[in-house]
């Protein structure tokens, strides 16, 4: 049997990798695009070695169009594993954001997550000695509440919770549950990023606004490159042994000191400390 490993949002960034990393390693991955383009191109790279899905996973009757393709691709066999990679960042202040942009970054990076995944359980068999997973793509932001990222880490800290839940539920079902959760690391998120602060330069937040893109510059120069991360996915893949979280960032130690050591009042202090400097570099002070 093959060892098929499902993955949204296929087209860049670390999905891009993963799907990249895991052909090599002999795995077939069933990974989910939006764009048709990005469909041809990765079929033209991989071959019958990956089968790309076009699916906006927030649309349920296109997820529900690429399970019925999945089943017909597995012809029974079972699902090795499933990653939960697909998301979005909405940036600014939270009370100047919009319903519907807070709305939506919740859909894609919540809703759409848990019902992904509440359609592939009964996919997920196990395997020999080494159970099936399911891999939630979270964030630092699941565990550190940064200013001006407020939607996003709001996301981020439900689903370290949705993934708690999982992992103690689906535990008699015989699943690992695992949520990874980076730092900043080398994407195109960040060029993405890139002026999406520029509507609050005039208000109250000016000052933070106009250093956003300084910001995210460094951040992106400092950032860890992918190479990490799908190491990481192959050795937890591996593994009949995992631990439930893992961090990845360069000071992962320091960040978890902070936010379960420090009182809250304190580290309010050291993150505005830092955001107020006219050089600075990070909205996060780590």
Not at 3 to 32: N, P, Q
Not at 61 to 81: K, S, T
Request: charged fraction near 25%; hydrophobic fraction near 45%; include cysteine.
């Amino acid at each position: 049997m093959k060892k098929t490993v499902f993955i949204t949002g296929v087209s860049t960034g670390i999905g891009r990798a993963f799907l990249e990393k895991l052909v090599m390693e002999g795995y077939h991955v069933i990974g989910t695009v939006r764009k048709e383009a990005d469909k041809l191109e990765l079929e033209r790279q991989f071959g019958e070695k990956a089968r790309i899905l076009i699916c906006d996973i927030t649309d349920n009757a296109q997820f529900d169009q690429a399970v019925e393709q999945m089943a017909q691709y597995m012809e029974g066999e079972p699902l090795y594993a499933l990653i939960n990679n697909a998301g979005i960042a909405v940036p600014g202040p939270m009370h100047l954001i919009t319903d519907a942009e807070f709305e939506k970054q919740m859909d894609v990076n919540l809703m759409a997550t848990r019902r992904v995944t509440n359609l592939l359980i009964p996919s997920l068999r196990q395997w020999g000695s080494i159970k099936p997973k399911i891999i939630f793509i979270s964030s630092i932001s699941g565990v550190f509440a940064a200013p001006f990222n407020g939607a996003y880490c709001v996301s981020k800290h439900a689903l370290e919770c949705l993934v708690d839940i999982y992992r103690r539920e689906l535990r008699y079902l015989g699943i690992d549950v695992i949520s990874i959760q980076p730092g900043p690391l080398k994407t195109e998120i960040w060029r993405k990023a890139k002026g999406s602060f520029d509507r609050f330069k005039v208000g109250a937040f000016a000052s933070i606004a106009e250093k956003a893109d300084k910001m995210i510059q460094h951040t992106e120069k400092t950032a860890l490159d992918l190479k990490v991360m799908t190491d990481l996915i192959i050795k937890i893949l591996g593994a009949p042994k995992k631990k439930n979280r893992y961090m990845v960032h360069r000071n992962a130690l320091l960040l978890k000191l902070m936010v379960n050591v420090l009182p809250s009042s304190l580290l309010d202090k050291i993150i505005w400390s830092n955001l107020d400097k006219k050089d600075a570099k990070s909205y996060r002070p780590v």
